[in-house]
């Protein structure tokens, strides 16, 4: 009773968490490649537009789902739900901290470890294709049909490479579920190099890692592999006709791809929740000092305001600040939010990546793909691979 | 709790099946296909073969259908038209099926007649480590035999594909 209860709480929080992250995501994203091109981005809903993403809720909520005539309306509907059933799913079987006790009940920060948790992840992504292919095909529109079309051939052959990046670092770790890898990656050689899969050997999985961010770009319909919606040859590709909810689905889904392949990147070759450098060097104190500068640049900015509101708003979040940077110092709850923090703070850096790389490089040619997949990161990623092999084998 | 998800997956694995073969169009045939499989999937996970399960959605689910959904959507196939059924189909179709059935079920009966009934979370053999112990030791033969033919059919499709282009 106790465990479906906390199941259920746990269930509540982190879908409220991840769905207010992908919301906040665009606004990150807007923001960053505002800020490579020289623009403000999203400036005028809330100081530093940080209400944007509500009102862009509201707004997507509010209008008319509009059901064009000519499309098979079953498979419509259906495919938006599709997309964001198999994103949010995926989310389940992430372990993004050590365990937890409240009132004398210790759980685990993780919906549930499932010991083919790895396969799991992959199962249910490869089957996200579904709700892209059919968006495509039952919107009856061409441009639709040619970006479900280049989705799906771009999922199953970037699925390969994928599938072979993330074979590698198991042999190292010797087990499925993504606990047991994170727990493997612990500790530190020569008392400061971590012993995370990019450093470790017999091999360094660093080649794996960057075969895997690759697939992971193609996987996830990014720039430079964003074919299914390039704009300039599809219109929008695969979700022309989508408009209002269904139309924001996509993305949601999308987003909540984008998080998931960063934590798994995160934990199968950037030790999960494991510190970048050992305690005794002080790597407790790395996450209060980063609020207390922030808590103290908000407090500066309130007493020299820019605009007339700043002098409410930032000593507000200063004060915040203050409170998360005296929480994370607290001695009692270091253990629970410094392994939290360490994650969050590489999946983020990772989702960074992503939307650096956005704002920096221009899209593949279709051919270019298919090639750059077949014939260079899919025999790499097979060496790779068997190199990985023959050296556990060797040393074990 | 166990055998409450094995009907109910039970179930929609027999509804989709059906469907399977009602429906006119392609996609939604093959839409209910990815039903069959997935829930064969959970039956797989309810008896305790968690690796045979999360290949069963790998491979079946996700790859092979996403091809065949690949495939319907660049013909570009619409519904089929309900063809007159032929008078040997009427004729023999429901005493064939009943004697196929009737055999099945004979043999059933004769090997297995002695065989309990399938008891959840008994079985603790499907992970990983043991498929694979299995796979590369006692069934090697078996298993790159397969992988030989799986080559063969590779080969097969490029020189197909290849005459195509000349």
Partial sequence: ?396 | MDIFFFLLFALIAVVCAINLIVQKHPISSALSLIGVMGSIAVLYLLLGAEFIAMAQLIVYAGAVMVLFIFVIMLLNAGSEAKGGRSWTAQLFGIPVMVAFFGVIAFFLIREFSNAGFVKFGSFTGGSVEKVGMALFTDYLLPFEVTSVLILIAIIGAVVLARKELD
């Fill in chain 1, 1 to 396: 009773m106790v465990f479906i209860i906390i199941t259920l709480i746990k269930t509540a929080l982190i879908a409220f968490v991840l769905l207010t992250t992908l919301a906040y995501l665009q606004w990150v994203e807007r923001k960053v490649i505002a800020h490579v091109q020289v623009r403000m981005g999203p400036y005028r809903v809330g100081p530093h537009g940080l209400l944007q993403p509500l009102a862009d809720v509201v707004k997507l909520i509010t209008k008319e789902g509009v059901l064009p005539p000519h499309v098979n309306k079953f498979f419509y509907l259906l495919a938006p739900f599709l997309a964001v059933f198999m994103a949010l799913i995926s989310i389940s079987v992430i372990p993004f901290g050590t365990s937890v006790t409240i009132l004398g009940y210790t759980t685990e920060m993780q919906l549930t470890d499932v010991n083919v948790g790895l396969l799991l992840i992959l199962a249910i992504s490869s089957m996200g294709v579904y709700g892209i292919a059919l968006a495509g095909w039952s919107s009856n529109n061409k441009y639709s049909l040619l970006g479900g079309l280049r989705s799906s051939a771009q999922m199953i052959s970037y699925e390969l490479p994928m599938s072979l990046a993330l074979a590698a670092p198991l042999l190292a770790a010797g087990t499925l579920s993504l606990r047991g890898i994170v727990d493997s990656q612990a500790g530190f050689n020569l008392g400061f190099i971590p012993k995370w899969s990019v450093f470790q050997g017999p091999f360094p999985q660093i080649f794996s890692f960057i075969i895997f961010m690759i697939a992971a770009f193609a996987e996830t319909n990014r720039i430079p592999f964003d074919l299914p919606e390039a704009e300039n040859e599809l219109v929008a590709g695969f979700h022309v006709e989508y408009s209002s909810m269904s139309f924001a689905a996509f993305f949601m889904a999308e987003y909540s791809n984008m998080v998931t392949v960063c934590s798994i990147a995160t934990l199968l070759f950037l030790g999960g929740w494991h510190p970048l450098w050992p305690e005794a060097g002080g790597s407790n104190f790395v996450a209060p000092v980063i609020l207390f500068i922030a808590g103290a640049l908000c407090i500066y900015h309130g007493l020299h305001p820019a605009r007339p509101l700043d002098r409410y708003t930032l000593p507000v979040f200063g004060v915040v600040f203050f409170g998360l940077a005296g929480l994370m110092a607290f001695p009692p709850t270091v253990p629970i939010l410094t392994p939290l923090f360490w994650f969050l703070a590489k999946t983020g850096f990772l989702l960074f990546v992503f939307i650096w790389i956005r704002a920096t490089l221009p899209r593949f040619r279709y051919d270019q793909l298919m090639s750059f997949a077949w014939k260079f990161l899919f025999p790499v990623a097979l060496l790779n691979l068997l190199v990985t092999a023959f050296l556990v084998a060797l040393v074990s």
